[in-house]
């Protein structure tokens, strides 16, 4: 169950508000905001060479995880990396297709046994000097963000090779080899935990779980799948972190939006861009900080529109801490100037 943290103020507004402590304005930060909209990270990117070089070098990592704050006045850097570092650092085979975005090798209920969890600590060693780079870099007033994907999510690229509009494959899995499943997400639950100790210990100040594909799943699975895993990390996180501020992002969750907040206890609820405010508002502790949730395609077309939008936001949660965010990441067609405009209109200029 939900319970605020101990307000006690940092200094640093988003780490505040994720703590509970409600500021005069939102503090913002953007959903993949070290991205292809960037000129200068486009460039970086065509150095780097191959997507994962970019996300285990050190350099190239620090480099445009701090280029957004360089160009607009945001309130926080996430480490630049990938959800999918974790199976390829349980071995599994992965590669960044032009055009096709991540490419796994599938697992199946006989292949579970190939994964070396001993060892994904030790592959993930540049992220983590990577933090303590970026956090040496940071103005002492902004926030360090880590994050990993949440099992589930992780488990439908692992079990269906790449991404997929329904999940079909990894919703299969689960019904008809559900020990093998449940044996996967175990050790899913038990890496991204350590992995999230890991960057806290390195410098993060909040960490974020993406549950990027939290829909099509019924109540049932919804539990099982998305609210216990999510728990579970959230607990080991706090048995060795104490009192570790994080935000749980259920894409999709929809009517299972405050039972994922009670159960799991996350200090902050994402919310994704198709949750109406009204259910936010009326579904949520009052004392509950939400972030979130302007339509990435709102901020691409830009002007009066997305200007009332973000203004509706912002007041829909000024009676409670509130970090303004899209509802799911920026698209590289994203004009800058829009991107200016927006963190304008959230500071109040």
Not at 191 to 204: D, E, H, K, P, W
Not at 213 to 220: C, I, K, S, T, V
Request: hydrophobic fraction near 45%; charged fraction near 20%; aromatic fraction near 8%.
């Amino acid at each position: 169950m939900h319970s605020p943290a101990p307000k006690t103020a940092t200094g640093k507004p988003l780490l505040d508000t994720a703590l509970g402590i409600k500021q005069d304005r939102p503090p913002i930060w953007i959903m993949r905001q070290a991205g292809r909209y960037l000129p200068e990270y486009r460039e970086v990117r065509q150095t780097a060479g191959g997507f994962l070089d970019l996300c285990y070098s050190p350099d190239f990592a620090t480099e445009v995880t701090l280029q957004p704050l360089r160009r607009f006045d945001l309130d926080a850097a996430i480490l630049f990396s990938d959800i999918l570092v974790i199976p390829h650092a349980l071995g599994q085979p992965l590669r960044f297709a032009q055009g096709e975005g991540p490419i796994l090798d599938p697992i199946d209920e006989t292949s579970l046994s190939s994964l070396t969890p001993e060892k994904a600590l030790d592959n993930l060693d540049k992220v983590f000097e990577a933090i303590e780079r970026i956090k040496s870099a940071l103005d002492d007033k902004k926030t360090l963000i880590g994050f990993c994907g949440a099992p589930w999510t992780v488990a439908t690229y692992m079990i269906g090779g790449r991404g997929s509009p329904d999940q079909a494959a990894a919703r299969l899995f689960a019904l008809k080899h559900p020990e093998a499943f449940a044996a996967l997400i175990d050790m899913l639950v038990e890496v991204s935990a350590q992995y999230l100790i890991a960057q806290f210990r390195a410098g993060a100040d909040l960490v974020q779980i993406f549950e990027s594909w939290a829909l099509n799943l019924d109540e049932q699975a919804f539990r099982t799948h998305v609210i216990e895993p999510n728990r579970r990390i959230v607990e080991k996180v706090r048995n060795a972190i104490p009192d570790a501020p994080i935000t749980g992002f259920p894409r999709g969750a929809a009517g299972m939006l405050a039972e994922y907040a009670q159960e799991t206890g996350v200090s902050v609820l994402g919310l994704d861009f198709a949750t109406p405010l009204a259910f936010a508002t009326s579904h949520l502790p009052d004392t509950l900080p939400v972030q979130g949730n302007l339509d990435p395609l709102r901020l691409v077309a830009g002007g009066a529109q997305m200007e009332t939008r973000a203004h509706e936001i912002i007041e829909a949660f000024s009676d409670r801490p509130h970090i303004f965010n899209l509802g799911h990441g920026i698209v590289p067609q994203t004009p800058i100037e829009n991107v200016a405009r927006l963190v304008d209109i959230v500071h109040g200029r």
